[in-house]
Nanobody, 118 residues
Framework: QVQLVESGGGLVQPGGSLRLSCAAS??????????MGWYRQAPGTERELVASINSGGDYIIYLDSMKGRFTVSRDNAKNTVYLQMNSLKPEDTGVYYC?????????WGQGTQVTVSS
């Protein structure tokens, strides 16, 4: 079963930056052909998709509130997807997860906590 490990979160002041990583293990060649998404779950809310990247890395979509601030990328040789987060706002706070989309890998990683606060 594919295992996902997210990392890179932390506490940052408004306007700051973070780079999240999501490494997939036990994925074989599945990761390389999978569209991947970054999801955020804020306290008391449902998990929502914030960015998506296709297998080749050339088709990317973002939640409107992230456009111009977040950049998603991937390195298929490393089975890793990234989320560069700039100009962070308090409303970006939440636990960030990655997974395949539209059908996930069947399980989720532990996520990485992002807290934007002064």
């Amino acid at each position: 079963q594919v295992q996902l490990v997210e990392s890179g979160g932390g506490l940052v002041q408004p306007g700051g930056s973070l780079r999240l990583s999501c490494a997939a293990s036990n994925s074989g060649s599945v990761f390389r052909i999978a569209a991947m998404g970054w999801y955020r779950q804020a306290p008391g809310t449902e998990r929502e998709l914030v960015a998506s990247i296709n297998s080749g890395g050339d088709y990317i979509i973002y939640l409107d509130s992230m456009k111009g601030r977040f950049t998603v990328s991937r390195d298929n040789a490393k089975n890793t997807v990234y989320l560069q987060m700039n100009s962070l706002k308090p409303e970006d706070t939440g636990v960030y997860y990655c997974n395949r989309r539209p059908v996930n890998f069947g399980s989720w990683g532990q996520g990485t906590q992002v807290t934007v606060s002064s």
